[in-house]
């Protein structure tokens, strides 16, 4: 089974801190995705990366940077946290060798709020 | 562009009742690929089903059955005799072949709930 695992359920932090959102995968996976999650709005992708030191932007990248230095681990990083990032926070991964078609494995989540 | 639509955002059955979740979705490539995944109150995401756009098949597993139909781009979900296990928000999705293959759009999700 894929195992995809958050380093905090939940997070609360302080306007202006830095802030870091950690994701491990044990499958070997190439790509892996950070989403934040928010009602009403569903799921956005941030950022993510097929490879190690590899990123692409999502939808949303802004107020956000990653750092991908091993395979199975994904750090998404707020350098200075807002109260318009409170959200839930889902990391995901998945093969490369299938494309589109391959399935997302997702982690528990990281729910943080900023105050 | 790619979008999905889960016009249902919320939807209350009793306990035993079939329910169906719509997704509705645009796309302009000619192959592409249907996902719905489950968010109990845990939060984790579990994958349920995936479909592409070349398999038209209804499927079933269980209690859940699929009705993929591409004249009316809609792959929405049934639960028949729900039970309040099935509570949840479910989270359709679609995944296109082109550039940035690998990234999902989601729907905005369906919270259902089941009251025993």
């Known amino acids: 089974d894929v195992k995809v695992t958050q380093s905090s359920r939940y997070l609360v932090k302080r306007t202006g801190e830095k802030v870091f959102l950690e994701c491990v995968q044990d499958m070997d996976h190439e790509n892996m995705f950070w989403y934040r999650q928010d009602p009403g709005l569903g799921l956005r992708l941030i950022y993510f990366?097929?490879?190690?030191?590899?990123?692409e932007k999502g939808d949303i990248p802004e107020g956000y940077s990653v750092s991908r230095e091993k395979k199975e681990r994904f750090s998404l990083i707020l350098e200075s946290a807002s109260t318009n990032q409170t959200s839930m926070y889902l990391c995901?991964?998945?093969?490369?060798?299938?494309?589109?078609?391959?399935?997302?494995?997702f982690g528990p989540g990281t729910r943080l709020l900023v105050l | 562009a790619q979008k999905v639509t889960q016009a249902q955002t919320e939807i209350s059955v009793v306990e035993k009742e079939d329910v169906t979740l719509d997704c509705v979705y645009e796309?302009?490539?000619?192959?592409?690929?249907l996902f719905w995944y489950k968010q109990p109150p845990s939060g984790e995401l579990v994958f349920l089903i995936r479909?592409?756009?070349?398999?038209?098949q209804n499927e079933i597993s269980g209690r859940y059955s699929w009705n993929f139909q591409k004249s009316t781009s809609s792959f929405n979900f049934t639960i028949t005799a729900s039970q309040v296990v099935d509570s949840a928000v479910y989270f359709c999705a679609l995944s296109e072949a082109g550039p940035g293959t690998y990234k999902y759009i989601f729907g905005t999700g369906t919270r259902l709930k089941v009251l025993a």
């Open positions: 995901a991964s998945s093969l490369i060798a299938g494309g589109p078609r391959e399935t997302q494995y």
């Open positions: 990366s097929y490879d190690v030191k590899m990123k």
């Open positions: 796309t302009r490539d000619t192959t592409y690929y």
């Open positions: 479909r592409n756009s070349f398999d038209e």
